[in-house]
């Protein structure tokens, strides 16, 4: 035969252990998954941080890696490297939470696009928004009168933020950078 015969997992027929390790193994990470998210929080997945997005990726990454695991040994520790990613991320957060340096490290600023009805121009050029991306989000937040436009935010995750009305509490605006 043209395959070399690997001792199966499950079974010794090569093609069905093939099939069932790619079921059931890719179910079983998924299931892991699921329980450490359970444990860790929603913010796991959520759309917060560059950082966050980097574990999404990882973990999507070592769900392949378990379900294309050729033996137990390959398995158990695609299983593992989740549950260290989940006690990178949980330490993480907790550094954010308690210190202001760890969190200005991990985290982008968000950055005003436009303040008081004006485009910052520099801004947009930096963070490499097009201007008609900008005017579509005023027009998805029912942006009438482009003077009322108290703030629009780039905000830490990537989205943006259209704050308009006749005042704006400057709370919702003071870690907020200008470029």
């Known amino acids: 035969m043209g395959l070399v015969r690997c001792l199966g997992m499950f079974v010794d027929n090569t093609w069905l252990d093939l099939a069932l390790r790619g079921i059931l193994l890719s179910a079983a990470a998924l299931c892991w998954i699921v329980v450490l998210i359970r444990v860790n929080g929603l913010r796991s997945l959520s759309k917060m941080t560059n950082f966050d997005f980097v574990m999404t990726v990882a973990l999507g990454s070592l769900v392949a890696g378990a379900g294309q695991a050729r033996d137990w040994q390959a398995f158990v520790q695609a299983m593992i490297a989740m549950l260290g990613l989940f ?15 760890a969190e200005s490290a991990m985290q982008n600023d968000p950055v005003f696009l436009m303040r008081d009805g004006e485009f910052f121009e520099d801004a947009l050029r930096s963070t490499r928004v097009a201007k008609s991306d900008l005017i579509a989000k005023l027009r998805e937040a029912n942006v009438l009168d482009l003077t009322k436009v108290r703030a629009v935010v780039l905000e830490t995750t990537g989205d943006v933020s259209v704050l308009h009305g006749e005042r704006l509490d400057e709370t919702l605006i003071e870690n907020v950078k200008r470029l």
């Not at 006690?87 to 340096?101: E, H, L, N, P």
């Open 87 to 101: 006690v990178v991320q949980y330490t993480a957060a907790r550094m954010r939470k308690a210190s202001d340096a």
